[in-house]
Nanobody
Framework: QVQLVESGGGLVQAGGSLRLSCAVS????????VGWFRQAPGKEREFLAT????????TYEESLEGRFSIARDNVKNAVDLQMYGLQPEDTAVYYC??????????????WGQGTQVTVSS
């Protein structure tokens, strides 16, 4: 009953900005909200940010250094991730997912298909 579809990925120059969108239909009672994750080549999945279903609470991975912003778009029924100051190391497949907290970590429950973000140097 939950479906998430990412969009907005593409090629961007270093230092540039990009906004990703996660269209969400349905929800689960077991999740806190919707978040964004990424997986770079040869690396493990990394948590980026999550926002509660209410839209009142957002949590960010500290290593992002304030470069990413998550927000709920009620018009589009979506959760967007605004990224700026992108660097080549940000290149990855970006996924959105319903999020759960467990063991002190944010993890995904239901996942979208992912969208590729490539940052050129």
């Amino acid at each position: 009953q939950v479906q998430l579809v990412e969009s907005g990925g593409g090629l961007v120059q270093a230092g540039g900005s990009l906004r990703l969108s996660c269209a969400v239909s349905g929800r689960t009672f077991s999740s806190n909200g919707v978040g964004w994750f990424r997986q770079a080549p040869g690396k493990e999945r990394e948590f980026l940010a999550t926002i509660s279903w209410s839209g009142r609470n957002a949590t960010y991975e500290e290593s992002l250094e304030g470069r990413f912003s998550i927000a709920r778009d009620n018009v589009k029924n979506a959760v967007d991730l605004q990224m700026y100051g992108l660097q080549p190391e940000d290149t990855a497949v970006y996924y959105c997912a319903t999020t759960q907290m467990g063991g002190g970590r944010w993890t995904g429950e239901y996942w979208g298909q992912g969208t590729q973000v490539t940052v050129s140097s």
